[in-house]
């Protein structure tokens, strides 16, 4: 079915345990090759480890993509402060929903990705700062983390490698921003998530201002996989510069909606291959390739590779891949409007274009859905935009103004509908 | 120049600004003391234990009170300022007394589209009394007493491809809709606990609360319970399903040494393990 040269259309790494029963358990994950990675890994030092996930050309999988390695590689060398490995489980991108099926079914897979890592980082305290809502997965975690203690896995003399680790599960409260790595720091420590300033960057003052890594799950569980194949074997999925399996969450008006690892560089018009085409037969108009903070895209982007250089040479971004599809019976300017209403619940208030500027784009679109907009407001709302995009202290911002320009660049047809009513009083006002 | 006297400018008397009413605490007993302090002794820093210590404190009253944001003070030793300030931030901490069950309805765009929009419409509506519907964050019954219900809407809960979802106590319901919602919250009213799509087997918000907080039930028969909780549902497992049915595989692992370090640019280095 599949040439050696060209991978299956879906290759389940980090989701092929999750078919086994109670794929939770260490029993199982133990079966399956689990903790043989740890093994290898702490045979060797953590500069080979650096080494190997760069060359592996990981790239971060909670939106930014930036490549793991380089990141890791930030982290000093000495000792003179702690370290910490920080896990960023606080899923909400909406659309996104990758890690919590993650953790709720291989949790092993994340916890020993984590010892690995901390020990490539010299780190002796892991925190996975889980979403509060994730209940499920939390409780997971836990039981994962009693059960790698009661193993050698954690705790003191790991594998009597001589390394120590601790990992600490802590449940978010309810915030948006504490997705962006500063703010989930300032929410670690017991404050409200607010971004900080960059930099310093986290890697030289983290948490408690001391050397940290903050990486997101499915990037973590992807360690150990890449521990044991090698860099040249996660290179043989994905394209040169965004390499490796990535787990695509298809939702919405599709027949089998669910959660698919493909290789990065999938199209959508694979995708809905996979996810059994468009529900009911009707007709896909737009769709996010990663999340609400990723401009949408419409037909015309069917066959756009969807890795990080793919999705953002066609005018978007991949995200998180959680794939929102939508159609024609779906209005724009309204689904813009309930996206836009979430930007401005979540803006944490720190900076002024996002705080206000939320508010505003929030109240014109609710203002333009009811069919009381005019044309102008189409231009208020671009200009509002401008002064938020790249103007906000954080990417919270930047993410706020993508599906309203976005909306307005494919779709302005439909906002200048919702005003065809007031055309006369609009241009009445002028006469 | 000093900082403005704001007490001395103030248009009414400096004793009316400041209200410092020692709340009676007594709700926070010995138990919850011990706990609080376990919380702490999981943290190189202790006020890292706030946001899993105002978990504890709606674990006992179902909301964060003003006792609540003292007991925090006091463990932490904060200011009753500095605990209020984060517990009025995040989403999770209520400031009114919630129900037995907390139900929370996605109605972002994507379950929206779905039917989320109606379900919290309907909930509310179904919910409510003499034609007023139950509003966000409001409680139907006296709230804490059994049978008592909490609606609010929620953001993307992150079950998107099971989408319309309901989370009861942070629980999963998948895939609702609003005849659904409305047989699951008459059955919670019943004093009944429908067990969730994914999950452990229902309790109430208190004890999600005390959960959050990293309190787990101690015998292990019902731990083990709510750790295997089912979470296996149809769509998560699709992608995974569709490649054993088709013998897809991701292409073979070999067994490939750790490379060696930091390879010079333009050196042709290739593998070789450390010993």
């Known amino acids: 079915m599949t040439t050696p040269n060209k991978p299956a259309p879906v290759t389940p790494v980090l989701t092929k345990r999750w078919l086994s029963p109670t794929s939770w358990s ?8 689990g903790y043989t990675a740890l093994r290898k890994a702490l045979k060797g030092t953590p500069e080979q480890l650096v080494q190997l996930v760069k060359d592996s050309g990981l790239r971060g999988r909670g939106g930014a993509g930036f490549p793991a390695g380089i990141k890791w590689s930030f982290m000093p060398p000495n000792e003179d402060k702690p370290h910490y490995l920080v896990i960023n489980a606080d899923e909400g991108e909406p659309g996104t929903c990758k890690d919590i099926p993650l953790m709720m079914a291989d949790p092993h897979s994340l916890i020993e990705g984590c010892i690995i890592a901390s020990y490539a980082m010299r780190s002796h305290h892991c925190f996975i700062y889980v979403r509060g809502e994730a209940l499920h997965c939390i409780r997971r975690l836990n039981a994962a983390i009693r059960e790698a203690h009661a193993a050698g896995y954690l705790g003191e003399n790991i594998l009597d490698s001589g390394f120590d680790l601790e990992i600490t599960v802590h449940a978010g409260a309810g915030a948006y921003i504490c997705g962006e790595e500063t703010a989930l720091l300032d929410s670690l420590e017991g404050r409200r998530g607010q971004p900080r300033l960059k930099p310093p960057f986290p890697a030289a003052a983290g948490l408690y201002a001391a050397p940290t890594t903050v990486n997101n799950v499915e990037t973590i569980a992807s360690v150990p996989f890449i521990v044991n194949g090698g860099a040249d074997w996660f290179r043989t999925m994905g394209t040169e510069k965004s390499p490796g399996p990535k787990i695509y969450s298809i939702s919405g008006h599709v027949s089998k909606p669910g959660q698919y690892e493909a290789p990065l560089g999938t199209t959508l018009r694979e995708l809905l291959e996979l996810a059994g085409g468009m529900k009911d037969g009707i007709p896909l108009k737009f769709w996010t390739p990663g999340g609400s903070s990723t401009p949408m895209f419409t037909t015309e982007h069917l066959d756009v590779p969807l890795d990080f250089e793919g999705a953002a040479a066609a005018g978007s971004m991949l995200g998180t891949t959680a794939v929102m599809v939508f159609n024609e019976t779906v209005s724009v300017p309204w689904a813009v409007m309930k996206w836009t209403q979430f930007y401005e619940h979540e803006s944490c208030g720190k900076c002024t274009p996002c705080r206000e500027g939320t508010y505003w784009l929030a109240g014109i679109l609710e203002r333009m859905v009811e069919g009381r907009g005019t044309e102008a407001d189409i231009d208020t709302l671009l200009d509002i935009c401008d002064n938020v995009l790249g103007r906000s202290f954080c990417a919270l911002g930047d993410g706020a103004v993508s599906p309203i320009t976005s909306g307005i660049k494919y779709f302005r047809d439909e906002f200048l509908a919702l005003c065809e009513q007031n055309r006369g009083a609009y241009v009445g006002a002028h006469s | 120049m000093g900082d403005t006297d704001v007490t001395g400018v103030a248009p009414v008397p400096a004793e009316h600004l400041v209200t410092d009413v020692a709340e009676d605490l007594s709700v926070f007993d010995a138990d919850i003391v011990e706990k609080a302090g376990q919380i702490i002794a999981r943290y190189p820093q202790s006020r890292s234990a706030l946001l899993p210590m105002l978990h504890l404190v709606q674990s006992v009253e179902g909301r964060v009170s003003q006792a609540g944001i003292q007991f925090c003070a006091r463990q932490l030793s904060l200011t009753p300022a500095e605990v209020s300030a984060v517990a009025t931030f995040y989403t999770m901490y209520k400031r009114k007394t919630c129900g037995e069950h907390l ?27 003499d034609g007023k519907r139950l509003g966000h964050n409001e409680t139907a019954g006296e709230p804490g007493a059994p049978g008592s219900i909490t609606l609010e809407h929620a953001e993307c809960l992150a079950a998107c491809d099971l989408g319309p979802v309901i989370q009861v106590n942070y629980e999963y319901f998948d895939n609702q809709t609003p005849e659904s919602a409305v047989a699951l919250v008459d059955a919670l009213r019943k004093g009944e606990r429908p067990a969730p799509t994914r999950g452990a087997p229902l309790r109430d918000f208190r004890t999600a609360e005390l959960e959050l907080a990293g309190f787990w039930p101690e015998d292990e028969e019902s731990y083990r319970s709510t750790v295997d909780g089912p979470s296996a549902a149809v769509e998560t497992l699709r992608g995974a399903a569709l490649a054993e049915a088709n013998s897809w595989t991701a292409p073979p692992m070999p067994n490939a040494p750790l490379p060696a370090e930091e390879p010079r640019a333009g050196s042709s280095m290739s593998g070789g393990e450390k010993k």
Not at chain 1, 26 to 33: G, S, V
Not at chain 2, 108 to 120: F, H, K, P, R, S
Request: aromatic content about 6%; glycine content about 12%; hydrophobic content about 30%.
């Open chain 2, 103 to 129: 139900v929370s309805v996605c109605t972002n765009t994507l379950c929206a589209v779905l039917g989320g929009d109606d379900i919290y419409r309907t909930l509310g509506e179904h919910l409510g009394e």
């Open chain 1, 26 to 33: 260490i029993k199982t994950y133990e079966q399956l090759e």
